[in-house]
């Protein structure tokens, strides 16, 4: 005789993935375009003055902090999840985001440089042209100045 152990399994999965999902969400939010960024101005990588402009909080501390943890832990933890968070996080802005348009702009360019690098290309190549439009109506024997 079989037992039916599916709604256990099902269960489980359901569960797993649901704290998947959580973990997948933080860590989304912690790397969108309003979370925590990597800092232009930290000593290594910027991800102390990174967390520390996050949660608003002294620089100074942070770093004390996460070399206290460093010493007491050992590289292994702290060392490994500090490189592995300077390689996830993205780096600040240059300019701050004042609109949708820009923050859609900057995840684009962070996520994939060479679609950000062809739109860029595009928007000259017909700013270009309508400039040669302009030329050669200006320069037309039509146009007249006199």
């Known amino acids: 005789m079989r037992r039916n152990y599916r709604h256990k399994h099902n269960f ?13 969400d933080k860590i989304e939010t912690m790397t969108s375009s309003r979370g925590v960024y990597r800092s232009r101005k930290g000593i290594l990588m910027g991800v102390c003055r990174g967390f520390a402009e996050f949660f608003d909080l002294n620089v100074f501390w942070v770093r004390v902090i996460a070399f206290l943890l460093f ?13 592995v968070a300077g390689l996830l996080l993205k780096v600040e802005p240059v300019t701050p985001l004042r609109s949708e348009k ?20 595009r928007k000259f190549e017909n ?18 100045c006199e």
């Open 71 to 83: 010493l007491i832990t050992g590289f292994w933890p702290i060392g490994v999840i500090y490189i």
């Open 102 to 121: 820009d923050e859609e702009f900057y995840d684009s360019y962070t996520h994939s440089r060479q679609s950000a690098i062809q739109r860029i290309k």
């Open 127 to 144: 700013i270009e042209r309508r400039i040669q439009r302009m030329e050669h109506t200006v320069t037309s024997r039509e146009f007249d």
């Open 12 to 24: 489980k999965f359901k569960t797993c993935k649901s704290r998947y999902n959580r973990f997948r």
